[in-house]
């Protein structure tokens, strides 16, 4: 299986506020914490996956 192509955080950052834009919310990220957690969380899945 070939490894997927992993978002960078910086991109989900502009895609948040585009959608914010376009359908209205709050600007910002409520836990930034559970951002990184998120993003690392699924590559650590993925890798263990292969194993």
């Known amino acids: 299986m070939n490894e997927p ?3 960078p955080e ?3 950052r502009l895609i ?3 959608l914010i ?3 209205g919310g709050s600007y910002g990220i ?3 914490g559970l951002l990184a957690s998120t993003l690392q ?3 650590i899945y993925f890798t263990m996956d292969q194993i």
Do not use: G, M, V, Y
């Open 41 to 43: 969380n699924h590559k």
């Open 10 to 12: 910086a991109e989900i």
């Open 5 to 7: 192509r992993w978002i």
């Open 16 to 18: 948040h506020e585009a």
């Open 30 to 32: 409520l836990d930034e």
């Open 21 to 23: 834009e376009e359908h």
